[in-house]
């Protein structure tokens, strides 16, 4: 299987990570999204959405890495996607609401637009509106995250085993440390966070958004 990633990708990170830690061998194929390789026609071709991650078995190609990782995991037989119908559902609830909630507000609405230069709002008062607006909805699906879908008794997003809903969220938090966030309200998604890091691979597949973070060194940005 070939995956079309590129490293700093938040959307990509988790099919990495977890075909990493489940040993899943994928063919890498760089899409340079910061040079518009994603518009070229050869990937046009492939994606007509310009995004990555792609992921490509033989001749079937699926986008959408919430997708991509549900079809890693059925594929392999992974359980961090359980077969009980119940359980099954918890982690599609799970990875629908990091999709819609958490990736919207916590890194569209809030990080994004202030680690990015191209989704920077136009004006000073506009980036400055959209920066606390985007604060305030973060802040109340990261206090949602902690107290209720991690809580105290809870290790990974749905009880006590980890899922590929670990995978997409963890990624998806740790998107804030590139902006400095360090979630200190949180207790409980700290913990889970140095839970996820703590996995073998974690370090390697952040290399690239690391970096990132180190040539944003000396900058402010607004942060929880
Ligand atoms: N809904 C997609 C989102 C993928 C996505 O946003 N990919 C970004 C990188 S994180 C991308 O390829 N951006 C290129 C562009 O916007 O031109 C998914 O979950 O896989």
């Excluded at 136009?122 to 949602?144: D, F, H, I, M, Y």
């Amino acid at each position: 299987m070939k995956l079309y990633y590129h490293p700093a990708s938040t959307s990509c990170r988790p099919a990495m990570l977890f075909a990493a830690e489940a040993n899943i061998p994928l063919d890498y194929q760089l899409v340079d999204i910061f040079t518009g390789e994603q518009y070229k026609p050869a990937f046009e071709g492939i994606n007509p959405n310009h995004l990555v991650p792609v992921l490509e078995d033989g001749g079937f190609r699926l986008t959408e890495v919430s997708a991509i990782l549900k079809y890693l995991a059925d594929k392999t037989g992974s359980p961090a996607y359980p077969q009980d119908l119940q359980q099954r559902a918890r982690v599609n609830e799970r990875m629908d609401w990091f999709n819609t909630q958490i990736n919207r507000e916590f890194n569209y609405g809030f990080i994004y637009p202030q680690i990015f230069g191209f989704m920077k709002r136009p004006t000073e008062e506009s980036q400055n509106v959209q920066v606390q607006w985007g604060k305030e909805r973060a802040q109340g699906w990261l206090k949602v995250l902690n107290d209720n879908v991690l809580g105290p008794g809870s290790n990974y997003v749905c009880g006590d085993k980890l899922t590929i809903a670990d995978y997409l969220g963890a990624c998806m938090i740790a998107s804030g440390e590139v902006a400095g966030c360090q979630f200190s309200d949180y207790p409980n998604v700290c913990a889970w966070l140095g839970r996820m890091k703590a996995l073998p691979s974690w370090g390697k597949v952040h290399e690239a958004i690391n970096g990132y973070a180190a040539s944003l060194k000396g900058q402010s940005f607004v942060t929880v």
